[in-house]
Each structure stands twice: as C-alpha cells, then as structure tokens.
C-alpha cells in the first residue's frame, strides 16, 4: 500500500496541480510570464530548446507570452537558443521544436568547445583524486551548465530572464543538474507532472512527433540518447500517478521516494548553518 501521508507531503512540497484543466493551466502560465514581465520591467525570456516536450512546451509558452506583452505596449521577445555539445544526435528533433515554437529570434551556440576546454583544465590539475573520478556523468553535468552560462550571458546582455523546463515529475526525482538545467529565474512548467506538460503540448498544437518523443538528458556521451527512465529506475506514468495521488505499485514507490529523499539538497539551495542544524 502507498504511503499515502508521505505521498501528500511531496505533492503539497512540489505544489502539483490538482483539478488539471488544460486550457485554465495554459492560460494561467501564459499569464504568469506576461505578469512577470509587466512587473519587472525585464525585456523578455531566453531558454534552451532541445526537442524534448518540456522545452517545446515552455518555448512556446514563452512566445506566446512575449506576443501578447507587446501587443499591451511592452517591449518584449523571445529568444530560443540551440546548445548542441558540438552535433547533437537528434537534431532533427530540436528544429521541429523550433518550427513549433516559432520564436521570435533563435540562435546556436556550440557548448562543445568550453566544456572540452574546462574539461581538460581540471583533467590537468591535481584537483582529482585519478583520472577514474572523471567520468561521463560528471562531463555530462559540466555540458548543463555551460547551457546554461550561454544562456545567462545573452539574458543579462539583453536585458532579459532565463527559463527552466522543470516540471513536478523531474522535481520529485531530482533529475536534473545543480547549477545546470536546475538553474533558471522562472519555472513556468512547475507544479505539473509530466502527462500535464504533454496536454499542454497537444492543446498549443504540437506534433505527435514532439509530445510523445522519449525523454533523455542526452549528457553522457558514452551512453547516447539514454533515456530518462532507464536512468532513473521507474517510468513517468507511475511517478505522474503518484504525483495525483494514485496508487502505484511497491517497487515504483519506493524508486520514486529513495530519489526524492537523495535529491533534497537539489530544492533546497543553498543550505545555511541554520538550516543545517534546525533539519538535524
């Protein structure tokens, strides 16, 4: 049986959405990055697209945002940015999602060059206990966050904020990169399990091809296109049906719970002496 108070514990800590309605959700998002703009003043969004559905879904989200703020008077635009490490394999994918989109201004940017570089510096060094340490999940974290260092770099350069695709079900089993694609000023999927993300897709009017693609990180290059369930151990339908309160089987619980409990120090940055002693 679920551990169902624990299970409401993580719903109520990741604010999932209850009652999904998708055409309120959507125009609650949109609406949030239009407000966000009008208060701040800021002149618009940057994110990463990568051909996944979370990316495709808050770029398009985001365009949508910044044409409606510049139809109430607001200078605002949306800039998509390509950050293949040197050729992305499924590239195809990634230019579909661009024709989705349709941003206001799309850009590429090789990360391969800067992260082979940092890569070698600290290869170099005696930072590192051997060369074993190093591995391609480690170079694979060092890729997300020169991601997002071309990200920040063209949003302060413009005047600009940049966008995180996190949603509930990669928040819940922490996948994603400290300081990486975990880095972003807003969150305009947050609170949605993975399914939501996809009816939001299929309501914006997404392809197929896009919503239903296999969700991967793709950032080990020894293990190419690797997909996130078989990285994490448990599929999204059952970390979406805990996400609603659902029952799901033993083995899928406590996946969903060990990476949850391994990952906290991911939803809770920084962590100060306080915070330390008070959670001890």
């Known amino acids: 049986m ?36 009008r208060t701040t003043g800021l002149k618009g969004y940057v994110l990463g697209i990568s051909g996944g559905v979370d990316s495709s879904v808050a770029g398009r989200l985001a365009q949508l945002a ?37 941003p206001d201004e799309s850009t590429t940017v090789n990360i391969g ?16 206990p051997d060369e074993s340490t190093l591995t391609e999940f480690v170079k694979g974290n060092v890729k997300a966050r020169q991601r997002m260092i071309a990200q920040f770099t063209v949003a302060g350069a413009r005047g600009m904020v940049v966008i995180g695709t996190d949603q509930a079900a990669e928040a819940v089993v922490g996948f994603y990169t400290k300081f990486g694609d975990g880095a972003a000023d807003v969150l305009p999927l947050a609170g949605l399990p993975k399914r939501r993300v996809r009816e939001i897709g299929t309501h914006l009017g997404a392809s197929k091809q896009l919503i239903e693609k296999i969700p991967t990180a793709d950032l080990e ?25 659902k029952e799901v ?16 120090h991911k939803r809770a940055l920084p962590v100060s002496p306080q915070d330390f002693e008070q959670s001890h």
């Open 2 to 37: 679920t551990d169902r108070a624990q299970q409401q514990e993580i719903i109520e800590e990741l604010q999932v959405v209850q009652d999904f309605d998708v055409e309120r959700e959507t125009e609650r998002r949109v609406g949030f990055l239009v407000d966000y703009l």
């Open 66 to 102: 910044c044409e409606r703020a510049r139809g109430e008077g607001l200078d605002a635009r949306f800039i998509a940015m390509r950050l293949p490490y040197h050729v992305q394999k499924d590239e195809d994918d990634a230019q579909r999602a661009l024709q989705f989109i349709a």
């Open 113 to 128: 060059p800067a992260t082979d570089a940092m890569w070698e510096a600290v290869m170099s060094s005696d930072a590192t």
């Open 221 to 245: 290059s020894d293990k190419p296109l690797l997909a996130d369930e078989q990285a994490l151990g448990v599929s999204y339908h059952h970390i979406d049906d805990y996400l609603e309160g």
């Open 249 to 264: 089987p033993a083995e899928a619980e406590q996946t969903i719970v060990d990476w949850h409990r391994r990952t906290a």
